[in-house]
């Protein structure tokens, strides 16, 4: 082999390699953005074609509430577009990315909830609405308040620490020690996309039932211990507005990672 050849194919190997862990890094797309593959769709009202057309793939999104949804669709109905679309797959140990951002439209119960959808984890029972865990995604126009990285957990209450108006607040800084289940509000982020027609990353950090961590733009906004539940599906919703989601992926654990490598 000539000096050239061996330069060639050194450097091929070294862009196949560079692009393995820039790319990959452990990651996998459960989302091909072509379509829905791998992942089953169900709404309120049970209606399987109407599911098809709630969830649209467009452009390597999956838009819910498209141009195929007048706008004010069904306000104040009986929400019947309320639902989600879920993996097939249970998982356990898990860094799950993806991104959103907020439409125009609006839908279903909007008027009390405002801008609202979310992605649920360690989902045991997928009914309407899910046994499960929750990432809130969620803008109030009326407070300019975000609500995105909240936690709405089912059953159980978590182990949780928080300040004086019950927003997410470590230990360290003063937190104070509380069981929570419900609605678990988190920090106010120092950035985050509302109505301005950009992308929001988000990161869900879950093992097993130790813990969960919610990532906004990748700031830290919500601890949650003792989780309720260690495994299960993953569902993102439609609920009361137009929504696009994006880059979704997922790496999986075979063992707890500790929690201090993420804080």
């Given at each position: 082999m000539n000096k050239t050849v061996f330069l060639?194919?050194?450097?091929?190997?070294?862009?196949?390699n560079l692009g393995f862990s820039q790319q990959d890094n452990g990651f996998k797309k459960i989302f091909n953005g072509k379509d829905l593959d791998g992942w089953y769709l169900k709404l309120k009202s049970g209606d399987e074609e109407l599911a098809k057309k709630v969830y649209a793939v467009e452009k390597g999104t999956v838009h819910?509430?498209?141009?195929?949804?007048?706008?004010?669709?069904?306000?104040?109905?009986?929400?019947?577009?309320?639902?989600?679309f879920y993996t097939r797959k249970k998982y356990s140990k898990f860094i799950l990315?993806?991104?959103?951002k907020w439409g125009d439209r609006v839908a279903n119960n909007f008027?009390?909830?405002?801008?609202?959808?979310?992605?649920?984890?360690h989902v045991v029972d997928d009914?309407?609405?899910?046994?499960?865990?929750e990432y809130q995604i969620r803008y109030d126009h009326t407070q300019s308040q975000n609500h995105t990285g909240d936690f709405w957990v089912s059953k159980?209450?978590?182990?949780?620490?928080?300040?004086?108006?019950?927003?997410?607040?470590?230990?360290?800084?003063?937190g104070i020690k509380a069981p929570k289940k419900g609605e678990v509000l988190a920090a106010n982020p120092k950035k985050f996309n509302a109505l301005n027609g950009k992308w929001n990353k988000c990161e869900v950090i879950v093992m097993g039932d130790e813990y969960a961590i919610h990532k906004?733009?990748?700031?830290?906004?919500?601890?949650?211990?003792?989780?309720p539940f260690?495994?299960?599906?993953?569902?993102?919703?439609?609920e009361t507005a137009e929504i696009f989601y994006r880059n979704i992926k997922i790496r999986e654990f075979e063992e707890v990672i500790p929690m201090e490598k993420w804080l």
């Amino acid at each position: 082999m000539n000096k050239t050849v061996f330069l060639f194919s050194f450097l091929h190997l070294l862009v196949i390699n560079l692009g393995f862990s820039q790319q990959d890094n452990g990651f996998k797309k459960i989302f091909n953005g072509k379509d829905l593959d791998g992942w089953y769709l169900k709404l309120k009202s049970g209606d399987e074609e109407l599911a098809k057309k709630v969830y649209a793939v467009e452009k390597g999104t999956v838009h819910v509430f498209n141009d195929s949804f007048p706008d004010q669709y069904e306000l104040n109905g009986d929400n019947a577009t309320h639902g989600l679309f879920y993996t097939r797959k249970k998982y356990s140990k898990f860094i799950l990315t993806f991104e959103y951002k907020w439409g125009d439209r609006v839908a279903n119960n909007f008027q009390r909830w405002q801008y609202d959808a979310g992605c649920y984890y360690h989902v045991v029972d997928d009914k309407i609405w899910p046994v499960g865990i929750e990432y809130q995604i969620r803008y109030d126009h009326t407070q300019s308040q975000n609500h995105t990285g909240d936690f709405w957990v089912s059953k159980k209450p978590i182990t949780w620490y928080g300040d004086q108006e019950s927003r997410y607040l470590p230990a360290e800084k003063g937190g104070i020690k509380a069981p929570k289940k419900g609605e678990v509000l988190a920090a106010n982020p120092k950035k985050f996309n509302a109505l301005n027609g950009k992308w929001n990353k988000c990161e869900v950090i879950v093992m097993g039932d130790e813990y969960a961590i919610h990532k906004l733009n990748g700031e830290i906004v919500n601890v949650g211990t003792d989780l309720p539940f260690s495994e299960g599906v993953i569902g993102f919703q439609s609920e009361t507005a137009e929504i696009f989601y994006r880059n979704i992926k997922i790496r999986e654990f075979e063992e707890v990672i500790p929690m201090e490598k993420w804080l």
